[in-house]
């Protein structure tokens, strides 16, 4: 852009220079006006460009050619100022590097200077944003699929043929550019581009046609026939493979580039619990693509659950009803063949469920311990999703030894906590437990905004919030008292937020040991592409609510504390034959929480005498 400067004066008024931006739309224009209107002609050209009042703050003043720079007639874009300028455009890059650049810009400055003194100005102020572009072509591009370092690929053939019938007479020779754009350890690059130069043969008009080659050799190297089979391309179920995905990988191409879906998809889930939260768990996870799924649950279906657990229908009620597990995962593979479904239909030992009845009732809690945490080792995560809480105590101790990430998820009338339990470090030979408890109390009793920062390793379990141990909830209930009732939008809001804990879970680079993000990040940078990594999501439907407390490991604590995972992988079953059998007592005195209660009893005591005395 030429400028005309005036007297010094003693003020320091400072100017910000143009930036110019030359859109792709011009560039293909000049493309076209250089082969099919000027060719060899270099004389200087009008073109018109325009720049916007309104940027974003931090962009720098831009001068804008886009492809109707070379219509001086076309209008401006609205809240644009018009700028006239000139085109200089030279054969080669030679002639463009001995263009006596600082001629060209007095030319254009005196011609400023003209329209100023002449009075011109004042009744077209757009001569007062004169600029002037300098261009040198021919160059042509070709996507190039090749990677031969020296040769291009067979798309440059054709290209130069029309080249040299339609511009041979202009141009002897044109320098072609072969674009390729490769992928390396994860990054762009273009270093792999060729560029040469080509002289052009002149070719006479002919309305015959040259003669053709091109037929592909076969494997053979011969001029025959290759075999292709597309009964693959046609089954049903690879084409329902490859379009279930769809909405993940547009996920990946338009709003999250930097989404890890291969993490996602791999991840092998435990569900422990068919129910409604299984049910709606099982059906996100598919969303996102997971392929192998696994229930297991004791019960079998009945009238009441196919309104509320999307994958069961009326007919499974009949005779009875079908197991749950075993019909969840059918159900699963008839939805998408692709998904490796299992069901175990089997019970979960329980604490303060005695299994020392008969020695078939303890065999087969045995066997049940056994085959759950042959579930647990080969699995990658652990949904816990059963209706009582003594139910998930076992799960959360195996997964914890066995340092599996657990996805708990819990409901009430109209409240619901989705939470990751604390990873446990692995113990490594001589190092103890790398993740010491912590002598704090419960998260319910401190409140959830005590804590911040808390690594995965620190954070707590599902039993850590409470001071009692857990037994048997369902004892002298009757069978309304033991259902869960909730509002019925409440297991879909829990299960999908369950999933997409997991997948944020995943997504960050730490995993399972990741920061916890509290309800006070929300405002903050995430710390991966989907946002937000809690540890605990506690919902309120009455008021529409969410809040994202953060707990630490609780020393005393009936499932994850040292204590309970030191005896477990010492003893095995037999300290759970222990747990089963007895009531609270056992894990409390274990743990500490008996003295805990005798010193908070007697507190209690303490200041009620004090208080008797004032």
Known sequence: MAAVMGDPGLSKLQFAPFSSALDVGFWHELTQKKLNEYRLDEAPKDIKGYYYNGDSAGLPARLTLEFSAFDMNAPTPAHCCPAVGTLYNTNTLEAFKAADKKLLLEQAANEIWESIRSGAALDNPVLLNKFLLLTFAITVGVYDPCNLAQYPGWPLRNFLVLAA??????????????????????????????????????????????????????????????????????????LA??????????????????????????????????GTLGCNVARTLMGWGVRHITFVDNAKISYSNPVRQPLYE???????????????????????????????????????????????????????????????????????????????????????????LVINAALGFDTFVVMRHGLKKPKQQGDGDLCPSHPVAPADLLGPSLFANIPGYKLGCYFCNDVVAPGDSTRDRTLDQQCTVSRPGLAMIAGALAVE?????????????????????????????????????RGFLSRFDNVLPVSLAFDK????????LDQYEREGFNFLVKVFNSSHSFLEDLTGLTLLHQETQAAEIWDMSDDETV
């Open 165 to 238: 019938h339609r511009w041979s007479s202009s141009f002897q020779s044109v320098e072609v550019l072969c674009f390729r754009d490769r992928t390396l350890q994860g990054m762009r690059d273009v270093t792999h581009s060729i560029i040469f130069e080509v002289k052009l043969p002149e070719m006479a008009f002919s309305p015959d046609c040259p003669k053709a080659v091109g037929w592909e050799k076969n494997q053979k190297g011969g001029m025959g026939p290759r075999m292709v089979n597309l009964s693959e391309c046609m089954d049903p179920k690879r």
């Open 241 to 274: 493979e490859s379009s279930v995905d769809l909405n993940l990988k547009l996920m990946c191409w338009r709003l999250v580039p930097t989404l890890d879906l291969d993490k996602v998809v791999s991840v092998k889930c435990l569900l422990l619990g068919a």
């Open 314 to 404: 009326f007919e499974d009620c009949l005779v009875g009803g079908k197991p749950k597990a075993l019909a969840a995962a059918d159900r699963l593979q008839k939805i998408f063949p692709g998904v490796n479904a299992r069901g175990f239909n089997m019970s979960i030992p329980m604490p303060g469920h005695p299994v020392n009845f008969s020695s078939v009732t303890l065999e087969q809690a045995r066997r049940d311990v056994e085959r759950l945490e042959q579930l647990v080792e080969g699995h990658d995560v652990v949904f816990l999703l059963m209706d009582t809480r003594e139910s998930r105590w076992l799960p959360a101790v195996i997964a914890a030894s066995k340092r599996k």
């Open 501 to 537: 804990l997991m997948v944020s879970v995943l997504q960050h680079p730490e995993g399972g040991y990741a920061i916890a993000s509290s309800s006070d990040d929300r405002m903050n940078e995430p710390p991966t592409s989907l946002g937000l990594v809690p540890h605990q999501i």
């Open 557 to 564: 604590c009936t499932a994850c504390s040292s204590k309970v």
